[in-house]
């Protein structure tokens, strides 16, 4: 199974982990700079509405995901179910990962 490496910051933590790639994983670059984006954008949202609660950034991604899944040209049940096991194996990775703490915390 192929690996990316990412490495995420939390409470003055660089957390490095290997997140699993589906098998048929195209392009592992793409993968990483989405993810990226992604997680950089909604940081920057977040700074400038600190009021967002964890509730609402949630169905936010469920419904950012839920749109994705239903415009694929696959079989939304299974996509979910790999979605939902990827997540779950990803946790489980960054549960796993390196952890350094940064700063003076």
Do not use: W
Not at 33 to 38: C, F, R
Not at 88 to 101: F, H, P, R, V
Request: charged share 25%.
């Amino acid at each position: 199974m192929k690996k990316l490496p990412f490495t995420i910051i939390h409470k003055n933590k660089n957390i490095d982990f290997f997140f699993n790639l589906h098998d048929e994983t195209k392009n592992s670059k793409f993968v990483g700079e989405i993810s990226e984006k992604l997680i950089n954008g909604i940081d920057e949202f977040l700074k400038k509405n600190p009021s967002t609660s964890d509730g609402d950034l949630l169905q936010a991604l469920a419904l950012m995901i839920a749109t994705r899944v239903y415009i694929s040209p696959f079989d939304n049940e299974k996509i979910l179910k790999i979605l939902f096991k990827m997540s779950d194996e990803c946790i489980s990775s960054i549960n796993a990962g390196k952890i350094s703490k940064i700063g003076n915390s």
